[in-house]
């Protein structure tokens, strides 16, 4: 089964303070941007621009976004992954309008090789985790298919579900980081999730790094040189100690549980941070029902200052879904249809947030909010 | 005079005269002494095509394309002939249409979607398709329509039918029928039916943008059938008949998976058995019924771990269903027909072993019903029709769930005889009940939810039709327009963090439309036709088109705008040359309307010849300008996907099949 409902946003590339940019980033081409969407219905998607002001920009009716996209941010480029049609597209980095189209379907898989995460290597190159063909593809600038890492091995049922990577500069060089679920048997969270790490240049697995929580869900967020991981380990289960909020270091390869679940009051489904915020979408245990609520942490420390149970926006089903820092605010995606549309929350007042009326609607259920970075 | 007021196809009724024939016509041979009277009120009750498969102006591979060329139906094909394949009428889900087969329920709690391309195929087999509305003696009713799949029949005329063909693809078909006489008055019909094929046709990979073959895609099956006509006679002045069918078939489906996700390693393999059993005789001013029928089916999937299709390596499961009915039917005053039913049916659903996956509960569901269809003529010109049933069912799931409901149903109708023109109206109420994957899940993707209602429509229609003959130029059209209110759709909606689906009934949909219906000869030439248009709403409170704003509500998916299906013909001598056209537009693939499958215009062609008495030849090319792409809008531009309903499942490109039809009749 597919886990189409990983929000997965992008290693996000933070900046500073709370908040990626005082004002909208303007392009020629679209006017202004906080941040590029995707979304979906599980039927068709669409992907856009938005500001906290409330304009919104929209591509939808296209047959090749698919039905089950996420969006991914590296170096400063950003990309539409359609993981049902095995098509990249790379997004305008302000306005989010495709404009080129790579294919990374993995023809010596049988079936979908479903990607689900992009990092862009200082060389141009793409690399993509793809879930179902237990690989990582790595894609020539031109978008040539260059070569196939199995990633097999890395559980004894054939697939480690590959879900999320970043490349980073590390001391030792340029390093992709690849996060591997292992779930097995699929899709509960009982061995413990790795985190792979590859040399670049050489393309060669340098090392297996054991992850403190378990099954690390959408992208990771990259900040300076920690990347966040949010980590349900199993979505019925709120109570387990080896799930929350995880910071990897990428200098030195260590990693730990920043936030626990028990103490946010769920299961971890996605996580932002920036500067002394961090904030993440929880899902209550609840089996096939997993109530969503905002919560709020110090990723210095660790501490929750508000719980899911102490949430300003919670709701009564699986219905919170992209989550970032963009135009000064919290933007917080919301899959329940209001009278125009389906709205995005922003919150102001980073550590304590205060939320602003709803300005910005959605034309469809929101999967991914990224922000727009400055060029 | 006999008045058998049959259900009467426009087929039947092409070249008669004046309109008062039209409602009187005969469209089959008198069986034995009883007389037959099925009130079912002409078009006074409902818009009703028939389909003969003699009477086909094309080679005919399945029974989906025997009804395929009616009018308000709509077939979606997931590949080739043999593929899966499902029914539309009038915009309905494929869930909502009731299939019957030989007078048996084919669909159910377990099964409510039948796949057509299941059902087998004889000479002489007649199909009738009741839209919207249906007699309340056939049975518990549909939401939107009901299939009835009539096999060659014991009081049809004694003879023998072989029909054989070879086509592109592997394709191989073999149909044979048989009626003969038993002596003191009875009668046998056999049938036997069998077909393969490879399906390995060549698409458009829409990643690579090269075409690629189509695998695992292929069949085999073999159906047959025997059904007796015994003469009864309960006493000298009473007489009556004794109907017995059996059927029997076999079949090995392979399944390609989709375009992105092929499954080359799945298939089925599926068995159906089925009885009934019908005495009748003479009671009072008509006749009386009892029927009693059976069903089995058999469903084994096979695949493999590392199947795209992420489901289970092996899934069996059984469905039994057993049934019957008692009735009268009759002319109590004159002017006055009436049939009233009583019916009953259980069924089980009976999972077998299951790898790879929770193995779905078992359940079962026991129904009871009963229904009068009536029709008076008030007056020579004027006939008023009412049909209603009211129906309870009782459903248990394996894990002790329960659930039930009584509901009744009803429509009423008029029809209006002119001299040039007949005009028909109706109005009613229908209902489905929910099936057991809606309401007991499956334990895997699908979650349960007891609680379902039926789903419900309110549906008016009406329509107009006229046969004439004009020096050599001969007509007969019919044109009916419809509009639908249904609600209580149930919708699967994604639940919690791994959105697995729970059946609810949030859906709203409207639906409009025309459906037309055109024979018409002039010396040589002929041509036959059938349009239907379609409007329709998703009123569903949470789908809107991919707009920010004030929802609009799109269209349904799946349903084209506009359906045609057209054919002309002319005869030459022994020979007739055939052209065609099947045209689609104006569908949409997404539940948020935006994504428009391009229009499909597929030409077909043919030739027969009827080479010495009872011995025909017939050549049929489909999709003749080998169409297999369409373009759709691409994030980037048009972009060019394979053609079907769903790019997901693509259709074959041309294709041809040959085919031979040896046919004996008895001059007794």
């Known amino acids: ?375 | 005079m006999k008045r058998r007021a049959a259900p009467v196809a426009l087929a039947a009724l092409a070249f008669t005269g004046t309109a008062a024939a039209q409602s009187e016509s005969a469209a089959t041979d008198t069986g034995g002494e009883v007389e037959e009277v099925s009130v079912r009120g002409g078009r006074a009750a409902n818009f009703e095509s028939t389909a003969s498969e003699r009477d086909s102006a094309r080679e005919l591979t399945d029974a989906a394309s025997l009804v395929e060329p009616m009018p308000g139906v709509h077939v979606r094909r997931l590949g080739a002939d043999d593929a899966f394949t499902t029914l539309s009428v009038r915009g309905s889900a494929s869930t909502e249409v009731a299939v019957l087969l030989a007078g048996v329920p084919l669909t159910g709690g377990a099964d409510p979607s039948l796949d057509l391309s299941s059902l087998p195929l004889w000479p002489g087999a007649v199909a009738h398709v009741h839209r919207s509305f249906a007699p309340a003696s056939l049975g518990p009713g549909s939401l939107g329509g009901t299939l009835v799949l009539d096999p060659p029949r014991a009081n049809a005329p004694v003879g023998t039918d072989v029909w054989a063909g070879v086509g592109s693809f592997g394709e191989a078909r073999l149909r044979m029928g048989d009626v003969r006489d038993l002596g003191g008055g009875g009668r046998v019909a056999t049938g036997l039916s069998a077909s393969r094929a490879d399906d390995d046709f060549t698409y458009l990979d829409p990643g690579t943008e090269t075409f690629v073959r189509r695998s695992n895609a292929g069949h085999a099956a073999v159906d047959g059938l025997a059904s007796w006509w015994l003469p009864v006679a309960w006493s000298r002045v009473a007489p009556g008949a004794l109907t017995v069918t059996v059927l029997l078939q076999d079949r090995r489906q392979q399944l390609p998976g989709t375009v992105l996700g092929p499954t080359p390693l799945a298939f089925l393999e599926s068995d159906r058995e089925l009885a009934s059993a019908e005495l009748t005789g003479a009671l009072g001013r008509g006749t009386w019924l009892a029927r009693g029928w059976g069903r089995r089916e058999g469903l084994d999937l096979h695949d493999v771990d590392e199947s795209a299709a992420v489901g289970p390596t092996r899934a069996d499961q059984t469905i039994v269903g057993t049934g019957g009915a008692v009735g009268w039917k009759g002319r109590p005053a004159e002017g006055v027909r009436l049939e009233a039913t009583v019916d009953g049916s259980g069924e089980r659903f009976a999972p077998g072993l299951v790898e790879g996956a929770p193995p779905p509960p078992g359940a079962t569901r026991a129904s009871a019903g009963a229904g009068i269809d009536a029709d008076w003529r008030a007056t020579h010109e004027a006939m008023l029709a009412a049909s209603g049933r009211v129906d309870g069912w009782a459903d248990a799931s394996s894990d002790g769930t329960r659930s039930g409901e009584v509901r009744p149903t009803g429509h009423v109708g008029g029809e209006l005889a002119l001299d040039a023109v007949t005009f028909d109206v109706h109005g009613g109420a229908t209902a489905r009940p929910p099936s057991f994957v809606e309401l007991y899940g499956d334990r895997g993707a699908f979650l349960s939810n007891p609680s379902l209602l039926p789903e419900s429509a309110w549906t008016i229609d009406a329509g107009a039709r006229s046969a004439r003959r004009i020096g050599p130029f001969r007509f007969a059209a019919e044109v009916a327009g419809f509009a639908t209110w249904a609600h209580d759709l149930i919708t699967f909606v994604p639940q919690g963090a791994f959105g697995r689906e729970r059946a609810t009934n949030v859906g709203q949909a409207r639906l409009a439309g025309l459906e037309a219906d055109l024979r018409a000869s002039a010396g040589p030439a002929e041509v036959r036709a059938a349009y239907t248009g379609l409007l329709s709403e998703n009123d569903d409170a949470s789908a809107c088109e991919p707009v920010a704003g004030t929802c609009i509500h799109p269209q349904l998916p799946g349903r084209p705008a506009n359906d045609f299906v057209g054919d002309a013909l002319l005869h030459a001598g022994p020979a007739v040359l055939r052209a065609g056209v099947d045209a689609i537009t104006g569908m949409v693939v997404d539940a948020a309307g935006s994504i428009r499958v391009p229009p499909r215009v597929l030409a077909s062609a043919g030739a027969r010849v009827d080479v010495v008495q009872g011995v025909r030849l017939a050549l049929d090319v489909r999709n003749l300008f080998d169409v297999r792409t369409g373009t759709y809008a691409g994030a980037l531009g048009p972009v060019r996907y394979p053609i079907g309903d769903s790019y997901d499942y693509p259709l074959p490109g041309r294709s041809f099949l040959v085919t031979a039809r040896f046919t004996e009749r008895s001059t007794r």
């Open chain 1, 1 to 375: 089964m597919i886990r189409r409902i990983a929000p997965v946003l992008g290693g996000l590339v933070l900046l500073g303070a709370c908040g990626s940019a005082a004002q909208p980033v303007t392009s020629p081409a679209c006017g202004s941007a906080d941040a590029v969407w995707a979304a979906s219905d599980y039927s068709s998607s669409a992907v856009g621009s938005l500001t906290v002001a409330g304009a919104v920009t929209s591509t939808a009716g296209k047959v090749d976004l698919g039905s089950d996209p996420a969006i991914a941010s590296s170096r400063g480029r950003l990309f539409y992954v359609a993981r049902d049609e095995d098509v990249v597209f790379e997004l305008d980095p302000v306005c989010g309008t495709p404009k080129a189209r790579f294919d990374v379907h993995l023809a010596s898989h049988d079936g979908p090789s479903d990607p689900y995460d992009l990092a862009v290597a200082s060389d141009g190159s793409l690399w993509l985790p793809l879930f179902q063909a237990a690989a990582l593809l790595v894609l020539a600038p031109d978008g040539a298919q260059a070569q196939a890492i199995d990633l097999s091995s890395y559980d004894a049922d054939g697939n480690p579900d590959a879900s999320a990577i970043a490349i980073v500069d590390t001391p030792a060089g340029e390093k992709a980081f690849v996060a591997l679920d292992r779930l097995n048997p699929y899709p509960t969270s009982v061995e413990p999730s790795w985190m792979l790490r590859i040399d670049v240049a050489t393309r060669a697995v340098e090392a297996t790094i054991p992850l403190a929580g378990r099954n690390p869900f959408g992208s990771m967020r990259l900040d300076g040189t920690s990347l966040w991981l949010a980590e349900p380990g199993n979505f019925d289960d709120a109570t387990e100690l080896d799930a929350g909020v995880e910071r990897f270091d990428t200098a030195t390869s260590t990693t730990a549980l920043v936030a626990h679940e028990l103490d946010l009051g769920g299961s971890v489904a996605d996580v932002a941070v920036a500067g002394g915020c961090g904030a993440a979408i929880v899902a209550g245990p609840a089996s096939n029902v997993n109530p969503t609520a905002l919560a709020l942490f110090d990723p210095s420390a660790g501490t929750v200052s508000v719980p899911a149970s102490a949430s300003p926006l919670a709701t009564t089903g699986f219905d919170l879904e992209g989550l970032a820092w963009g135009g000064r605010a919290l933007l917080v995606g919301d899959r329940r249809r209001a009278s125009a549309g389906y709205p995005v929350h922003a919150f102001d007042g980073a550590c304590a947030p205060v939320e602003r009326p709803d300005a910005v609607f959605l034309p469809m259920p929101p999967i991914a909010i990224v922000p727009v970075t400055p060029p």
